[in-house]
């Protein structure tokens, strides 16, 4: 079991910069791919970004209002923590931001490809 805890959230002005962390306890967190998931007031959780445990690759989303460019998403093995550095926010990048770890090195974008998740931190980004 791996157990998940996301902290950093907040709120911030259009074009601050927030680094969610993410830390892992139980399992042998870098056994795990990690990911970031948001979910905004009225929407589904979509994908954010997320590092695999072989070599550290890592994707980002190419929605619409992409976070490629703005996001960095990057890992501590040794503190089993994961962060995502988010800069450039904007209004609509606010959510419920929620970090989760897969066991799956190929796991992707989909919410269902993860069997851990933590509660979710709250980002709110005022214009």
């Known amino acids: 079991q791996v157990q998940l805890e996301e902290s950093g959230g907040g709120l911030v002005q259009a074009g601050g910069s927030l680094r969610l962390s993410c830390a892992a306890s139980?399992?042998?967190?870098?056994?795990?791919?990690t990911g970031w998931f948001r979910r905004a007031p009225g929407k589904e959780r979509e994908f954010v970004a997320r590092?695999?445990?072989?070599?550290?690759?890592?994707?980002?989303?190419d929605s619409a209002d992409s976070v490629k460019g703005r996001f960095t998403i990057s890992r501590d093995n040794a503190k089993n923590t994961v962060y995502l550095q988010m800069n450039s926010l904007k209004p609509e990048d606010t959510a419920v931001y929620y970090c989760?770890?897969?066991?799956?090195?190929?796991?992707?974008?989909?919410?269902?490809?993860?069997?851990?998740w933590g509660q979710g931190t709250q980002v709110t980004v005022s214009s």
């Open positions: 139980g399992r042998i967190f870098n056994t795990y791919t």
């Open positions: 989760a770890a897969s066991d799956n090195n190929y796991a992707g974008p989909s919410v269902n490809d993860y069997n851990y």
């Open positions: 590092i695999l445990w072989s070599g550290g690759r890592t994707y980002y989303a």
